[in-house]
């Protein structure tokens, strides 16, 4: 496993991290809490040290199977990550319907959250501290910083990122905290299908020097080369939800990237391979949830780099596929 640092700070992660959501939140099929922490635990003895939850993943309990796997001086094996913002503690979530809870960014209130989160994981100080699928208002809050800015001082926070929610804020949301607040991460959907807005991100970090952690590497499992026309999810499976449309151009975009296995790597490591040829991405976090994928994408850190040629290829697939798909669209609109 190789380890990167995030930009300004002493903290190093491992290149694959792992997100706690696939164990606990329910949209990946159902995991006890003894075999989620067993999970973290030998994820841990791969070279894994960081992981990435968040206080609503499954209403705490992704934060506290991270107290269960890492109890007392354990912690001090991983780097730690969770993230703020909805105010899930005060609605119903009983239905399970996968919406999420109102967002809250009131000071007091995310003092409260963050003293909750420092509870249910059995910990005195977080690695990183993430404002969860912001908003461009929750932003631009003087009052909200100058809290972050108190509790990093006090040393319960040691860095603090900006997660982009995948509907409700991406380009001009990730840009301002690159360029005007004082964050040290972004933290953002990226991957060999979908470049966008993940390249100007990338520019920014770079202008900017700070660092950036990627989520669905794999485009929700399309490029862990497994999926065929006749695959089936589970009931409790979110993607079991999508149009077969998506199915269907996913895998006609997946059979033009044969190129990336030619190393003898599989395609779900060639995709995380793909995220990292960035030096400000420090880590990417692959949606794990067994252990046949544990071992495949720990062992990712060791595969081959992407060379130059693919990742032309790669770039040019993107705006080729891009640009039918606004035709298509265009096409549509007109009739």
């Known amino acids: 496993m190789r380890y990167r640092t995030i930009a300004g700070t002493d903290i190093s992660v491992s290149e694959v991290g792992f997100g706690v959501w696939t164990l606990t939140a329910g949209w990946w099929g159902d995991h006890s809490d003894k ?44 780097v730690l990550s969770t993230k703020f913002g ?4 005060s609605v119903d979530r009983s239905a399970k319907n996968h919406q999420p809870a109102e967002h809250c960014f009131e000071p007091e209130f995310v003092e409260r959250a963050l003293h909750n989160s420092l509870e249910r994981m059995g910990t005195n100080y977080l690695d990183l501290w993430q404002l969860h699928n912001v908003r461009m208002e929750h932003l631009l809050r003087d009052d909200l910083w100058t809290l972050i800015d108190q ?3 006090s040393g319960k926070v040691r860095s603090v990122g900006v997660a ?3 509907a409700i804020g991406w380009l001009d949301e990730g840009l301002y905290a690159l360029d005007n607040l004082p964050v040290d ?5 990226y991957n060999a299908l979908e470049l966008d807005p993940g390249l100007q991100l990338i520019e920014s970090a770079r202008r ?3 660092s950036l952690l990627v989520r669905v590497p794999h485009s929700s499992g399309m490029l862990e080369g497994k999926y065929t026309l006749d695959t089936k ?33 599989t ?6 391979r793909y995220v990292l040829r960035t030096p400000e991405v420090v880590s990417a976090l692959p949606n794990i949830y067994d252990h046949e994928q544990l071992d495949e994408f720990a062992a990712a850190s060791d595969s081959p780099d992407i060379t130059d040629e693919q990742n032309t290829q790669i770039e040019q697939l993107f705006e080729n596929n891009y640009g039918l798909e606004r035709e298509r669209e265009a096409g549509l609109a007109t009739r």
């Open 86 to 89: 909805y105010d899930w503690e």
């Open 233 to 265: 999810f589970a009931a409790n499976d979110h993607r079991k939800h999508r149009p077969r449309a998506w199915m269907v151009n996913g895998l006609k975009k997946i059979e033009q990237l044969d190129f990336l296995t030619t190393e003898g790597q």
């Open 208 to 210: 900017n020097n700070k």
């Open 185 to 189: 991460i972004v933290h953002m959907i």
């Open 35 to 78: 075999g989620a922490a067993q999970m973290l635990r030998d994820a841990t003895d791969r070279g894994i040290n960081f992981i990435d939850t968040a206080d609503t993943y499954g209403q705490g309990r992704g934060e506290r199977i991270i107290a269960t796997a890492f109890p007392g001086a354990e912690r001090e094996k991983i």
């Open 151 to 153: 509790v990093r001082q």
């Open 164 to 166: 982009l929610g995948p």
């Open 267 to 272: 395609l779900g490591q060639a995709a995380l």
